[in-house]
């Protein structure tokens, strides 16, 4: 049956976004923070504790540990990690440990234009044809869609800090955006599609979702045998054998966890809501206008293919009391989704998009430009005040290249705004270049005007510093019973010392140890203990760390 189609799209709609352009889009937004930085609490700190765990032969592959207390949860990203500290040797390990997650977060971006791509090809996701011809042709419409599904995930704001960290999410997520690509290229590379869905599961269960992987196996059953592609019915045995490779490996490294909060979640929907609302903008209401618009498509794979891989990561994040690592996964399907919004969205909705992000780019980025030239030029004074009072310590420095970069990202913001409003654009993907500009510009400013400061901030580094102002240079270890695993993976591999987190006070032999005390409050020192300093991070106001060393 013939439905109604809702794309009328003609032929000089569906020009394609210049290769450079969107090579520059991706450098810009993958590059800014993989250079210049050490790890930064929390996640990031410990899955790096980790990975550098393995690569120094501190702990097994079988069970990567800090200070003894062992990983929870799937090892794959921890493997990986491991397996680029030893391969660049010459790097410094955290750069090193980084180098395959920035890799993946590229992958995502790739499998998420070449998803939409296959997606859009489909006879149901075409455009109508016009009686008299100058519709847009099929790989020319295709095309413009899957650049308008890149540009919305690059805009997407969850993605900007999870999406540049070494943790097992990004793993997840890229892991995700495998599978998405495998039911998409299903009926044009069925062969990649296998190869896709027999990589993405297994992979998505050894990083520590086994639960999510298993629903995909059941929901992709369900659309590829309802499907009149033949070559996407006979992904179905595939599907079977990824979802057993799935358990395999969730089996065999202990990841089978479905860490589920069903009372919390119904007790606070507005914090769900709330981060749902923020975290995917501005996909989420393209996805719902195509869910609208195409409503009586449903059933059809440009719809039905993501709507599947979008509803479990969101049915986990809501059990898992709106967490936002769960909802990550969410993002390539979104994005996916809100590309075939854009043959449909009216003039009006597409300026007001460009108008609220020209406001709300260009406002923070002058916020970013404002705070740094205080930082570097003492002018206008209460920001570097701000700053001293947070941050204390600070001392700013001037770094020519990061200069360099800003102000070239700042001089292509004006030029890529001026481009968008000086005349009518009739590219499908024109309502997600600002946005996707926008954040790209954000992250580049703050990644290299801010970067010091922030490093300063987020990483443990301070800390550490403080503490060797009071240590010899040689322990035999330091006892850091109770402490978390950020602050454990930080004394054992930045500040190179042994850590004993598993035994107390009264039962460990390190000569020296160190506590947590809230700000204000007398620390409980055990008997045969002295108090040598008190330490603290510079942006800590509420707790110290205590220095204790044996009598």
């Known amino acids: ?24 889009f991706c450098a810009a937004y993958v590059l800014p923070g993989l250079f210049g930085r050490d790890p930064w609490r929390n996640a990031d700190l410990t899955a790096f504790g980790f990975m550098a765990s393995i690569a120094q032969g501190h702990a097994t592959w079988l069970q990567p540990a800090i200070a003894g207390i062992p990983a929870e949860g799937g090892l794959l990203s921890y493997w990986i990690g491991a397996l680029a500290i030893k391969a660049l040797p010459f790097l410094d ?119 999510v992987a298993l629903a995909f196996v059941a929901g992709g059953i369900v659309l590829c045998t309802r499907s009149s592609y033949v070559a996407v019915r006979g992904l179905v045995p595939w599907l079977l054998a990824a979802g057993a490779l799935s358990l395999a490996a969730a089996w065999g490294l202990h990841v089978w966890e ?3 909060n069903v009372a919390s979640h119904f007790d606070d929907p ?57 909802l990550l996964l969410s993002l390539p399907a979104l994005a996916v989704l809100a590309s075939f919004a854009l043959p449909t969205l009216k003039r009006s909705v597409a300026a007001a998009m460009d108008w609220f992000a020209v406001f709300f780019f260009s406002s923070l980025a002058l916020f970013v430009w404002v705070y740094y030239a205080s930082m570097q030029v003492g002018w206008p004074s209460q920001p570097l005040a701000n700053v001293r009072k947070l941050a204390q310590g600070y001392e700013p420095s001037f770094h020519p290249l990061a200069f360099g970069l800003a102000l070239v990202a700042s001089l292509a913001w004006l030029a890529l705004v001026r481009w968008r409003t000086a005349k009518h654009q009739h590219a499908l993907w024109k309502s997600l270049v600002l946005p996707a500009g926008g954040v ?32 010899p240079q040689q322990i035999d270890c330091l006892a850091a019973p109770t402490q978390a695993l ?39 020192v055990p008997e045969g203990w002295r108090v040598v300093a008190s330490v603290r991070r510079p942006t800590d106001r509420q707790q110290h760390y205590v220095l204790l060393s044996r009598h």
């Open 1 to 24: 049956m013939n439905l109604p189609n809702p794309a009328i799209v003609t032929e000089r709609n569906a020009q394609r976004l210049p290769r450079l352009a969107l090579l520059i």
């Open 93 to 211: 390990p955290a750069l090193a440990a980084r180098m395959p997650f920035a890799l993946a977060l590229t992958g995502v971006l790739i499998l998420v234009w070449y998803s939409s791509f296959h997606l859009a090809r489909t006879d149901a996701a075409q455009p109508v044809a016009f009686a008299f011809g100058g519709e847009a042709q099929g790989v020319d419409y295709a095309r413009a869609i899957a650049d308008g599904a890149l540009l919305a995930l690059i805009a997407s704001l969850g993605l900007l800090q999870l999406g540049h960290e070494t943790t097992p999410e990004l793993m997840q997520l890229l892991a995700c955006a495998v599978f998405v690509y495998g039911l998409a290229a299903a009926p044009f590379r069925p062969a990649k599609a296998r190869v896709a869905v027999l990589l993405a599961l297994p992979m998505l269960a050894a990083s520590g979702a086994p639960a």
């Open 258 to 260: 479905w860490r589920v």
């Open 270 to 326: 507005l914090r769900f809501l709330g981060l749902l609302a923020w975290f995917s903008w501005p996909a989420w209401p393209l996805a719902l206008w195509t869910l609208w618009r195409w409503r009586l498509h449903w059933q059809h794979r440009h719809v039905s293919v993501p709507l599947l891989c979008l509803s479990v990561p969101l049915l986990t994040s809501a059990l898992m009391n709106g967490s936002d690592r769960a």
């Open 440 to 471: 790209a510009l954000l992250w580049l400013l703050i990644m290299s005007l801010w970067l010091p400061l922030l490093d300063y901030a987020r990483s443990n580094r301070p800390l550490v510093d403080r503490l060797q102002a009071h240590l």
């Open 486 to 524: 950020p602050l454990l993976a930080t004394l054992e591999f930045q500040g190179g010392w042994r850590v004993d987190a598993q035994r107390t006070l009264q039962q460990t032999s390190c000569t020296y140890a160190i506590q947590l005390t809230d700000q204000g409050v007398a620390p409980a």
